[in-house]
């Protein structure tokens, strides 16, 4: 039954992509007078609308609106008088289309380069020899321990503020550069609350639990205990991974009515930062073994957040 299930849904997907979808645009615009975009305009506002402008766009047979989700920033005021040429719009007659298409490419086109920079950032390997990689190490353990003097830059103190070794460069492998960044951003940006998570990371305050001020209660805290910068950096990855999974669109689409950038991508970070701290002591794991298990669910959780086209986090 599966099988015969999928081959209906393959069937559907290429007449209604190649004859049903065509012939209904073309009725729609007789009764109504508008194209599709037009109507998506009229009918959405919000991340929906961005989302169906650029679900149409890509599914064009023309090439001029099928090509409009690759332009660059610099691009979009040209490409959307092309689209208006191409689907004969007169903007005496939609004076509101030209502002609507702008702001959805802006979006769209700003989508795209963001995760260009993300991933540039990601790219970079922290680098011991760079003085600006450097600075920023030393400048995250000053946010954070700002009454403990860093006594070599290769110390058991680095352990901490979360880290695994004696250097924190070997931590960095997987994220490069951007996970120290984000470790920077929230330290600097909040500082109080990430003095607050260090510390209940470090040492979990007693009574917090329902059990009281036992003994055990007093394991059971040491046990849900974490490495601050370690699950940063894990959190670093979660934000990208959704960021390139393209299921941060909704998000932003609704958080940003222009362009969205490297600033708003950091601010999202730093709701995982806060928004796992909470979860992680509210779902009391019985031990830092569990990390993987716990951090998957919260990434679950977040990824179904994510899906509500009206999200707003």
Same mark, same amino acid.
């Given at each position: 039954?599966?099988?015969?299930?999928?081959?209906?849904?393959?069937?559907?997907?290429?007449?209604?992509?190649?004859?049903?979808?065509? /012939?209904?645009? /073309?009725?729609?615009? %007789?009764?109504?007078?508008?194209?599709?975009?037009?109507?998506?305009?009229?009918?959405?506002?919000?991340? %929906?609308?961005?989302?169906?402008?650029?679900?149409?766009?890509?599914?064009?047979?023309?090439?001029?609106?099928?090509?409009?989700?690759?332009?660059?920033?610099?691009?979009?005021?040209?490409?959307?008088?092309?689209?208006?040429?191409?689907?004969?719009?007169?903007?005496?007659?939609?004076?509101?289309?030209?502002?609507?298409?702008? +702001?959805?490419?802006?979006?769209?086109?700003?989508?795209?380069?963001?995760?260009?920079?993300?991933?540039?950032?990601?790219?970079?390997? =922290?680098?011991?020899?760079?003085?600006?990689?450097?600075?920023?190490?030393?400048?995250? /353990?000053?946010?954070?321990?700002?009454?403990?003097? #860093?006594?070599?830059?290769?110390?058991?103190?680095? +352990?901490?503020?979360?880290?695994?070794?004696?250097?924190?460069?070997?931590?960095?492998?997987?994220?490069?550069?951007?996970?120290?960044?984000?470790?920077?951003?929230?330290?600097?940006?909040?500082? +109080?609350?990430?003095?607050?998570?260090?510390?209940?990371?470090?040492?979990?305050?007693?009574?917090?639990?329902?059990?009281?001020?036992?003994?055990?209660?007093?394991?059971?805290?040491?046990?849900?205990?974490?490495? =601050?910068?370690?699950?940063?950096?894990? #959190?670093?990855?979660?934000? =990208?991974?959704?960021?390139?999974?393209?299921?941060?669109?909704?998000?932003?689409?609704? *958080?940003?009515?222009?362009?969205?950038?490297?600033?708003?991508?950091?601010?999202?970070?730093?709701?995982?930062?806060?928004?796992?701290?909470?979860?992680? *002591?509210?779902?009391?794991?019985?031990?830092?073994?569990?990390?993987?298990?716990?951090?998957?669910?919260?990434?679950?959780?977040?990824?179904?957040? #994510?899906?509500?086209?009206?999200?707003?986090?």
């Amino acid at each position: 039954i599966p099988m015969f299930e999928n081959m209906f849904i393959s069937l559907w997907e290429f007449f209604y992509g190649n004859f049903f979808r065509y /012939w209904m645009k /073309w009725i729609l615009r %007789q009764m109504t007078g508008k194209c599709e975009l037009q109507r998506i305009f009229d009918t959405y506002v919000g991340a %929906q609308r961005t989302h169906r402008i650029e679900n149409s766009l890509t599914s064009s047979k023309n090439k001029v609106l099928r090509e409009a989700t690759h332009v660059t920033q610099s691009e979009v005021d040209k490409c959307v008088e092309d689209i208006m040429k191409e689907k004969n719009i007169n903007p005496e007659k939609d004076a509101s289309f030209k502002i609507c298409m702008k +702001a959805c490419l802006l979006q769209i086109s700003g989508y795209k380069q963001l995760y260009a920079d993300v991933e540039n950032e990601r790219k970079k390997p =922290y680098d011991s020899d760079n003085l600006q990689h450097e600075k920023l190490l030393l400048k995250l /353990w000053s946010l954070l321990m700002p009454k403990n003097k #860093l006594k070599a830059r290769i110390s058991k103190q680095w +352990a901490d503020i979360g880290f695994q070794g004696d250097d924190p460069k070997t931590d960095f492998r997987g994220m490069g550069i951007l996970g120290l960044i984000h470790l920077v951003y929230f330290s600097e940006n909040y500082t +109080a609350v990430a003095h607050q998570i260090l510390s209940r990371s470090n040492h979990p305050k007693l009574g917090n639990t329902k059990v009281g001020y036992s003994f055990e209660n007093c394991e059971v805290k040491y046990k849900m205990r974490y490495s =601050y910068a370690i699950v940063g950096i894990n #959190l670093t990855e979660m934000a =990208y991974s959704l960021l390139k999974s393209e299921a941060l669109k909704f998000y932003l689409y609704n *958080f940003v009515p222009g362009i969205p950038t490297m600033e708003h991508f950091h601010q999202f970070y730093c709701y995982l930062v806060y928004e796992f701290d909470k979860f992680w *002591f509210e779902e009391e794991p019985e031990s830092i073994m569990y990390f993987n298990l716990y951090r998957e669910k919260f990434h679950e959780k977040i990824k179904r957040l #994510l899906l509500d086209s009206n999200v707003a986090l």
